[in-house]
């Protein structure tokens, strides 16, 4: 007897068990059911339902297009940065201001720029590791009747290849060893060798320097540099292509050409005197770059008797840069996807408060059948998400799709520098989250208003 009663509690557990799992798969066939019924409406109304998804589809687009041309700038200012060197900065000669009498005089003498005593008061500042001085010739480079047009000879130090990142296709640099003796050797840059060099190794062959009639030296290359890839805001702080540069030794450009440079045209010469036309400083840490760029400027400043001819620059503007435009495209982004997705919830709520019109007699139905307000709430929630879902994942697709063709628009377009573009991962995810959100928010109202319908009323609805 006391086993037969130890067996009812047993019974009774195994009834609630059975009852639980029961009620389990009565509300997994329910949402599988409403979720069928919300696709089934969808394929019903094809076009009413692309046109209720479609500001969700233009926004979710937006979002991750914006983004990826957004990333893709961010990665080139990167790639920039790391060619330049984080810890670099530029301090560039840069012409003054020229008064219009000064441009009339058919001959003219400028003197500016920074000077070799600048060089030695910038050796003093704290934090330094390197310090490159550069001069720019402005002398032509030519070989066997080949004219590099875009070349520019610079004289400098054996540090610069380093300090700038400047590394080797085939040969080697010149070293202390050439600098000290005024050697007439030079490393040449990718492009100045695509020019002068078409069909043959450029290496051990010999280049002038200078033009006809005037002082000219002809220098063996040594080294070709790789291409750079500094392109952008990269070139533009230079000032040049590096691709297109001739090093030589600072020491052997001063012995052939001293500091002036004469530019003689029709009815006009220009004598530049320049003593070096850019220093670049490399500091020991990242963080030492913006204060002891304003050190350099002032230190300038105090020898330059207020003449503004000189640039101070760090190619970790260039992050800065990228990152003020991310900034304004994520600004940007967030308007146009704002004004699409509220336009997409505003689209879906009226929508489906037509359509609970449309369905009241049927929510009656299902009300007297014994379905309670919160199953009526699930079954508009359910297929208000699936609208927006399904928005969300054309949005996706789409917007990939826009992303990945940026690259291919800028190719047809010659004048336009091709942009790579970076899709983010957590673009595409929070797209499709935040679709979702818009889907149960907007439904909420139209789902509440259907689960309060009177059953009785619902039914005598024609």
């Known amino acids: 007897m006391g086993g037969g009663d130890r067996d009812v509690p047993e019974r009774d557990s195994q009834r609630t068990t059975d009852n639980g799992l029961l009620t389990t798969e009565s509300m997994l066939n329910f949402l599988l059911e409403t979720f069928r019924l ?122 610069a290849f380093d300090v700038i990142n400047l590394p080797l296709a085939r040969g080697h640099y010149f070293n202390q060893i050439h600098y000290d003796e005024k050697a007439s050797v030079c490393v040449i840059g990718a492009s100045v060798a695509k020019q002068l060099f078409p069909f043959e190794d450029p290496i051990g062959t010999e280049v002038q320097i200078g033009a006809s009639g005037r002082s000219t030296m002809i220098c063996t290359v040594i080294g070709v540099l790789d291409p750079t890839g500094v392109r952008g805001e990269g070139q533009k702080m230079i000032g040049r292509d590096l691709d297109d540069d001739v090093y030589f030794p600072l020491s052997t450009a001063r012995s052939a050409f001293g500091d002036a440079v004469v530019n003689i045209k029709a009815g006009s010469m220009e004598r530049k005197i320049i003593e070096l036309s850019e220093i670049w400083i490399q500091v020991q840490e990242v963080d030492d770059v913006e204060p002891i760029a304003l050190i350099a400027e002032n230190t300038l400043a105090n020898f330059h008797a207020g003449s503004v001819d000189y640039v101070v620059k760090a190619p970790l503007d260039i992050l800065r840069a ?141």
């Not at 699409?340 to 299902?366: K, Y």
């Not at 991962?425 to 889907?439: D, K, M, P, R």
């Open 38 to 159: 919300g696709l089934r409406n969808l394929v019903l109304h094809k076009l009413r339902s692309f046109l209720t998804a479609l500001g969700i589809i233009l926004g979710v687009a937006a979002v991750i297009c914006m983004v990826a041309i957004g990333e893709g700038a961010k990665q080139v200012a990167l790639a920039q940065l790391r060619q330049l060197g984080a810890k670099n900065i530029l301090i560039r000669s840069s012409p003054p201001a020229i008064s219009t009498e000064a441009t009339g005089r058919s001959s003219r003498v400028l003197s500016y720029g920074l000077h070799r005593d600048d060089l030695d008061r910038l050796t003093t500042l704290p934090r330094l590791a390197k310090i490159v001085p550069m001069r720019d010739t402005e002398q032509k480079v030519t070989h066997g009747g080949l004219l590099a047009g875009s070349a520019h000879a610079i004289g400098t130090v054996p540090d």
């Open 322 to 462: 990228a990152e003020a435009s991310a900034r304004s495209f994520d600004f940007l982004i967030v308007g146009i996807a704002s004004i699409s997705l509220l336009v997409g919830g505003i689209g879906i709520m009226n929508i489906m408060l037509a359509t609970v019109t449309e369905r009241t007699r049927e929510i009656g139905i299902r009300r007297a059948l014994g379905a309670k307000q919160r199953h009526i709430t699930l079954q508009f929630l359910i297929e208000t998400t699936v609208i927006s879902l399904t928005g969300g994942l054309i949005g996706i697709s789409l917007g990939i799709l826009a992303a990945k063709s940026v690259p291919l628009i800028a190719r047809l377009f010659r004048s336009v520098d091709e942009h790579p573009i970076q899709i983010a991962t957590w673009s595409v995810l929070g797209s499709f989250i935040i679709s979702g959100v818009i889907g149960v928010g907007f439904g909420l109202y139209p789902a509440i208003m259907a689960a309060r319908m009177n059953p009785i009323e619902a039914l005598r609805h024609e």
